[in-house]
């Protein structure tokens, strides 16, 4: 079916702020792309004022490859298949020395390292939804109401893909309902699979409206630790997460890395790619072993993932978190006698002395840092910062922020997120100011 969009020829030859393929029209006007890169030339639906849908590649790339799953460039859970991963790697890596540049940020990029993952099947969790209609998968890309009905995914391993399937059909075999948006009609929601990628557990979560479950869903799953449902009865809202009621086995899930086990409890957030998040704490291993005794301020703690893997360098270990499950399971996770959590907002930290901390560790949400945190840190003395972003871009607008009494030492990425734009950053500053 022709689209009744004008189309435009596109020479795409840069990335967006989201991503995109951007590139100049035969019309001498700019349009962004998706699922295109540099160096193609397409055909493109104009849809808005700077933004256009791809409908067919008159010259690609020669960075362009075959993507590996039926669904791309449907599915909104990929956008980078169809680059070969040395060439993601490497605008990842001049994405982030573009964000530093608009900042004035003058760090020179060209020895920075980019630590790869494997490319598939890395992840430890997906958020699978149920459509009004039955359709199981993730949402169309740039379509929030529409639903890929997956056949395939190459995130987690196939094994892992066969137990959400097979949920799947069990939740049609069983007849459910599902939550219909648009009529307000309550039902199934999603399925959440999480997993201990070194360990092999597996955590289910059905987020649901109120409504009973049959065990029948998940019995006889081998790998199966945890089965929980999550209860949303907000007809108001479409999200992931609900009150947590466990079903079946045990509170929580376990993971390793680096030799360390790790509890991650039903609404937890957890490193999404543990393999890279090792590569990630030996790193900062390294910057804290540099100078041994010091004591460590770690922000936005989590689950004690950093704090766990950080207390034997330490003299000392503090960690700050607001979510009160995840500070319970950070005092499991981390039981060293040097590591201390509290539960309070970063921006209350103004009420806790922390005289004699000289190193902050902060990992906070893609959001970045809120006023009130960035001006606590400016009133504190801390000899160095250790920052850890899972959005450079908006890392980089926070630390431009200290730039009066802090300078960028060093910058390592990590690519926790191979076949999408996203990156790992951290950054380590060095106070400049006595």
């Known amino acids: 079916m022709k689209s009744k969009n004008p189309i435009r020829i596109v020479t795409i030859d840069s990335f967006d702020g989201k991503g995109r393929g951007k590139g100049t029209t035969e019309t001498g006007g700019v349009l962004s792309v998706p699922f295109t890169a540099p160096g193609d030339v397409v055909e493109a639906a104009k849809t808005k004022s700077r933004t256009g849908r791809l409908e067919r590649i008159v010259t690609p790339s020669p960075q362009r490859i075959d993507s590996v ?149 998940w019995s006889g799953f081998d790998r199966v630790a945890s089965v929980y449902q999550l209860v949303n009865n907000n007809a108001e809202n479409d999200q992931s997460d609900g009150e947590p009621m466990l079903l079946s086995g045990s509170p929580t899930f376990r993971e390793r890395v680096l030799d360390h086990t790790f509890d991650v409890g039903p609404r937890t957030f957890f490193q999404p790619n543990p393999v890279v998040a090792g590569d990630m704490a030996s790193h900062l291993r390294g910057f804290l072993k540099e100078k041994p005794g010091r004591r460590l301020l770690d922000l936005f703690c989590g689950a004690g993932f950093f704090s766990a893997l950080l207390a034997d360098v330490c003299a000392e270990t503090l960690g700050v978190e607001l979510v009160a499950e995840a500070a319970q399971l950070a005092r499991r996770n981390a039981p060293q006698a040097n590591a201390q959590f509290v539960c309070m907002e970063a921006e209350r930290m103004a009420s806790l002395n922390l005289s004699g901390y000289d190193v902050l560790l902060i990992d906070p949400p893609r959001s970045g840092l809120h006023p009130k945190t960035l001006k606590w840190i400016e009133q504190q003395s801390f000899e160095e910062i250790l920052y850890v972003s899972c959005n450079p871009k908006r890392g980089a607008e926070d630390i431009a922020l200290m730039r009066e009494q802090y300078q960028v030492d060093s910058v390592a990425l990590f690519d926790q997120f191979p076949q999408t734009p996203h990156v790992e950053m951290i950054a380590r500053l060095v106070r400049t100011v006595s």
């Not at 608009?102 to 390292?113: A, I, K, S, W």
């Not at 395939?152 to 391993?157: M, Q, S």
Request: with cysteine; glycine share 8%; charged share 25%.
């Open 69 to 217: 799953c039926r669904h791309f460039a449907l599915c909104g859970g990929c956008s980078r298949q169809f680059l070969s991963y040395a060439h993601q790697l490497e605008y990842k890596k001049a994405a982030v020395a573009e964000w530093f540049q608009q900042r004035q940020l003058n760090y020179d990029f060209t020895d920075v390292e980019i630590t790869p993952s494997p490319p598939y099947g890395y992840r430890n969790r997906m958020d699978f939804v149920w459509n009004w209609d039955g359709s199981f998968g993730l949402r169309e890309q740039g379509c929030w109401y529409r639903v890929v009905d997956l056949s395939e995914c190459h995130l987690l391993p196939p094994d892992v893909m066969e137990i959400a399937f097979e949920i799947n059909r069990r939740v049609h075999g069983a007849g459910l309902p599902f939550r219909d948006s648009k009529r307000k009609t309550p039902g199934m929601r999603y399925l959440i699979v999480r997993r201990g990628v070194m360990t092999g557990e597996v955590m289910l979560l059905f987020v649901s409206d109120e409504m009973q479950l049959p065990e029948s869903l």
